[in-house]
C-alpha cells in the first residue's frame, strides 16, 4: 500500500510532542508499505525551522528511517498570538496541497484534523485526483473554537463549517479518538457505519514505570526532597492551566510541594508573567523537551495533572497526557469531565475535580502528597489499565483497518478516454 499521511505538526521521537502518527508510520514502514508523511518545518512545540531562503524551504523532502518526509514552507511564529498562527496554518495549507497534487498518487491518504484548514484544502486536492481518504479527527473544529470563545465572526464561522461537511462527506472513512467525537458526527448526521472509533494508543516500550531515571532527573532539578506535581505537554488555550497556578498559590507555604508545567504553546509567556505576579517561587515552566525524555520527565513526577477548559465538547476528549501519566505508573488529578473522568474513576488511577476548582485541586494534591501509599497504589492501578486498554498495538491495527478498507471500498478510477 502506497501511504500518504497529511500532519502538520508532524514529529519523530527527537522532537517535543505525541507520537501517534510516527508510530503509526513506523510500523506500516516496516511491514513493507510505502508511507509519505507531509508536513510543516516545525513541530507544535518546535518552532526552529531551517535558514534557509524561502524558495529553497517551499519543499524539502528528507528521510526518517524508512518513512518518506516532505516538510513544506509554514511560517514559523505559531505562537505568536492570533495572526501567527493563522499565518501558519494557510502557509501550510498552500504549500502542502502543491506539493500533495504534483506528488506520485499514493493508494489512500489519511488527513488529520485539526488543523481544519489543512486538513480541507488536503481533501480538495484528494477528490480532484480521486484519490480515498481518511479523515483523523482528534478535535471537533470548529465546535471547539467556538465553544472556547476564540472564534467570533458569524461569516468564518459558516465557512469552516462548510469546510468541516465537505471533509466528511468525501472522506471514504472517519477515525475518531473518542466516543464523544464519534456520538456528535452521528447526532449531526453522518453515518455511524463511515466513522471508526479508535482510542489513543500507549507505546509500552517507551513509556513505563522507571524509578531510576526518575531519581537522576529530580537531582538534575533539585527535587530530592520535593513532592512533584507536573503537567506535561501543551500549554495552550485549551488547557486551562490558570487552575494549576492558583492551587500552586494556594501551597506556597508547603516547601515540600514543586510544581513543573513542561512543555510550550501559545499561553507560555502568558502563564510566566502570571507565576511571577503571584510570586509562585514553587513552580518552575520547563522547556518542551523529545518525546524520547518523556518517560524520565513523568518518572520523575510524584503526581501529574492533566486539565482542559470547562466547555461540554470537552466532555468528550481523552487527551493523550493522560494515558501517558497511566502508563508511567503515576497517580492522576484530572480536571477533566466526561470521557477523561470516566478512564480515572473506572481505573481508580487518582481523583478528579471540577475543571475551574483549584481549591480541591490543591486539596487533593495535599492529600496525595501526605500519603506515599495511595500514590503508589493508584500508579499501579493506572498502570494495569492502560496496559489491559490502551496498547498501541491495538490501535495501529485498528488504523491499519481502516485504511485498508478505503483502499477496497473505492471505486477504480474511470479509464480515460483515447484522444
Not at 518526509?69 to 514559523?76: D, I
Not at 471537533?140 to 463549517?161: E, F, R, T
Not at 532527573?217 to 513532592?227: A, S
Amino acid at each position: 500500500m502506497r501511504l500518504a499521511i497529511i500532519y502538520q505538526f508532524f514529529q519523530g521521537e527527537d522532537e517535543p510532542g505525541h507520537s501517534l502518527t510516527y508510530n503509526m508510520s513506523k510500523r506500516l514502514t516496516e511491514k513493507g508499505d510505502e508511507v509519505t508523511v507531509y508536513c510543516g518545518e516545525t513541530g507544535y512545540m518546535r518552532s526552529l525551522a531551517s535558514k534557509k531562503p524561502f524558495w529553497k524551504r517551499f519543499i524539502q523532502r528528507d528521510k526518517m528511517g524508512l518513512i518518506n518526509l516532505v516538510r513544506t514552507y509554514s511560517y514559523v511564529g505559531l505562537h505568536r498570538g492570533y495572526l501567527g498562527r493563522l499565518l501558519n496554518f494557510a502557509t501550510f495549507c498552500a504549500s502542502s496541497s502543491f506539493a500533495l497534487f504534483f506528488s506520485q498518487k499514493p493508494d489512500v491518504a489519511l488527513i488529520s484534523s485539526p488543523p481544519l484548514f489543512s486538513a480541507f484544502s488536503s481533501s480538495i486536492v484528494c477528490w480532484l485526483r480521486r484519490i480515498p481518504y481518511v479523515i483523523e479527527v482528534r478535535d471537533l473544529w470548529p465546535d471547539s473554537l467556538v465553544q472556547m470563545d476564540v472564534l467570533h465572526n458569524p461569516l468564518l464561522i459558516k465557512i469552516m463549517y462548510g469546510m468541516e461537511r465537505f471533509i466528511y462527506n468525501h472522506a471514504t472513512g472517519i477515525i475518531v479518538l473518542t466516543k464523544g467525537i464519534q456520538d456528535d458526527l452521528i447526532k449531526r448526521g453522518w453515518s455511524a457505519d463511515k466513522i471508526s472509533f479508535i482510542h489513543c494508543g500507549v507505546d509500552f516500550d517507551k513509556l513505563y514505570p522507571d524509578p531510576e531515571s526518575g531519581l537522576e532527573l529530580r537531582r538534575t532539578h533539585g527535587w530530592e526532597d520535593k513532592k512533584v506535581v507536573m503537567y506535561f505537554g501543551a500549554l495552550g488555550e485549551a488547557n486551562n492551566l490558570d487552575v494549576i497556578l492558583r492551587a500552586a498559590s494556594l501551597l506556597k507555604e508547603r516547601n515540600d510541594i514543586a510544581f513543573a508545567l513542561v512543555g510550550d504553546g501559545i499561553r507560555k509567556n502568558k502563564l510566566e508573567e502570571t507565576a511571577t505576579e503571584l510570586g509562585l517561587k514553587n513552580l518552575r515552566i520547563l522547556p518542551a523537551i523529545s518525546k524520547n525524555l518523556a518517560r524520565s520527565y513523568l518518572n520523575a513526577a510524584d503526581i501529574c495533572a492533566v486539565t482542559l477548559l470547562y466547555i461540554p465538547i470537552f466532555a468528550g476528549a481523552i487527551p493523550t497526557k493522560l494515558i501517558d501519566y497511566m502508563s508511567c505508573g503515576k497517580p492522576v488529578l484530572c480536571g477533566v469531565l466526561g470521557e477523561a473522568k470516566q478512564i480515572v474513576d473506572k481505573s481508580e488511577c487518582g481523583y478528579t475535580f471540577s475543571p475551574n476548582d483549584h481549591e480541591s485541586l490543591a486539596s487533593l494534591i495535599v492529600k496525595l502528597a501526605d500519603s506515599k501509599n495511595e500514590c503508589i497504589e493508584m500508579g499501579k492501578k493506572g498502570y494495569d489499565h492502560a496496559k489491559q486498554y490502551y496498547s498501541i498495538e491495538t490501535m495501529l491495527s485498528r488504523v491499519e483497518q481502516a485504511l485498508s478498507n478505503a483502499v477496497t471500498e473505492s471505486p477504480p478510477a474511470e479509464p480515460r478516454k483515447a484522444a
